[in-house]
């Protein structure tokens, strides 16, 4: 079978929704389909100027590419230029398609521009309005949109990469407990909750993005690494005690099962995500007090966290999920 993922990222982009298809793709051409796709890249685009990582697009004849493309099945990944193209021109030409809802776009763009989410979340369910399936990445998110109208909603989980899980030898907690956290570097992802705490915790942040600047010149003990990939990122999961993710907007945290997977706690807010990835007092601790949460997460079994999440998180079932749709 021939699918086509129709997506505003570009190729190379270090985030979510990227490492998701990027997993995706990987397995299901060992299983014989061939994957393509139509991105921003394919067209001319500028960095957005509240959010450079953000590209927007100006994908003119994106209906040709598609007739030219001649796939079985249509995937629109996000609801930015590219996305919104390929919508109409396939509710045009009445081409059967699936979408995806990857981000809180309307919590995102409020913490931007401050532009209520009542004005945005109109856009976002006329987009997905025809989709035959809209594919979440958790149960909290479906109910959430379905509270809002949307329809024809399946969960579609996700996996933990293999080259990213090293076995935890050491379990021995340090006299400043070593917190990590893995994000672009936003300022939507909460990261100063996490910083402000930096006289009591060995805080290591691995990421980029363009509140990087800012956040190093604010917390000065905080280690700001860059990106990180592959085994070098497992190291660091591995050589810290404790994950923490402050984001409030996130519709899952890929990396939150990454950090499971290698045997660390999460602490995090009682929010989207977190409650559909945590596991209360065995895989970590949510509270509206972050301090709090990781103190709890002090006390977990790391082997017992590491055994759970290798099981339950992978991108076999996620792919699995992704056909099936």
């Given at each position: ?9 570009i190729?190379?982009?270090v985030?979510?929704?990227?490492t ?20 921003a ?9 509240l ?33 919104l193209m ?11 398609y ?8 309307p ?13 945005t ?29 949307f ?24 006299i400043?407990?070593k917190?990590l ?17 930096q006289d ?18 604010k917390?000065r003990?905080?280690?700001f690494?860059?990106y ?39 602490a ?5 995500g ?12 949510m509270?509206?007090?972050l301090?709090?949460?990781i103190?709890?997460c002090r006390?977990?079994?790391?082997k ?12 076999e079932?996620a ?7």
């Amino acid at each position: 079978m021939k699918i086509l993922i129709i997506t505003d990222n570009i190729k190379g982009q270090v985030n979510g929704v990227a490492t998701t298809y990027k997993n995706i793709e990987s397995i299901a051409r060992n299983r014989g389909h061939d994957i393509v796709y139509i991105d921003a890249g394919d067209f001319s685009h500028i960095d957005c100027p509240l959010y450079p990582e953000v590209k927007l697009s100006f994908p003119w004849r994106i209906g040709k590419k598609i007739k030219a493309m001649d796939a079985d099945r249509i995937h629109i990944a996000t609801e930015g230029p590219v996305g919104l193209m390929a919508k109409l021109f396939c509710d045009f030409k009445k081409i059967e398609y699936t979408t995806a809802y990857h981000t809180k776009f309307p919590e995102f763009i409020q913490s931007l521009t401050k532009i209520p989410t009542w004005l945005t979340y109109p856009y976002f369910k006329w987009f997905h309005k025809k989709s035959k399936t809209v594919l979440v990445p958790t149960y909290s998110v479906s109910n959430e949109l379905k509270e809002r109208g949307f329809g024809n909603i399946k969960v579609w989980t996700r996996g933990v990469s293999k080259d990213i899980i090293k076995e935890r030898t050491n379990f021995d907690n340090s006299i400043i407990l070593k917190v990590l956290c893995v994000s672009r570097v936003s300022k939507e992802k909460g990261l100063d909750d996490l910083c402000q705490l930096q006289d009591k915790y060995n805080i290591t942040i691995v990421g980029q993005g363009p509140y990087l600047n800012t956040l190093a010149r604010k917390y000065r003990k905080v280690n700001f690494t860059g990106y990180k990939f592959g085994q070098e990122l497992a190291e660091e999961y591995i050589r810290n005690e404790v994950f923490c993710f402050p984001s409030k907007t996130d519709t899952f945290g890929v990396v939150m099962i990454e950090a499971m997977a290698n045997g660390l706690p999460v602490a995090a807010y009682p929010v989207t995500g977190p409650v559909d990835v945590i596991i209360p007092n065995i895989t970590g601790y949510m509270s509206e007090d972050l301090e709090f949460a990781i103190e709890q997460c002090r006390k977990y079994d790391k082997k017992k966290i590491q055994k759970e999440s290798i099981e339950n998180w992978t991108w076999e079932k996620a792919t699995d999920q992704f056909l099936g749709e």
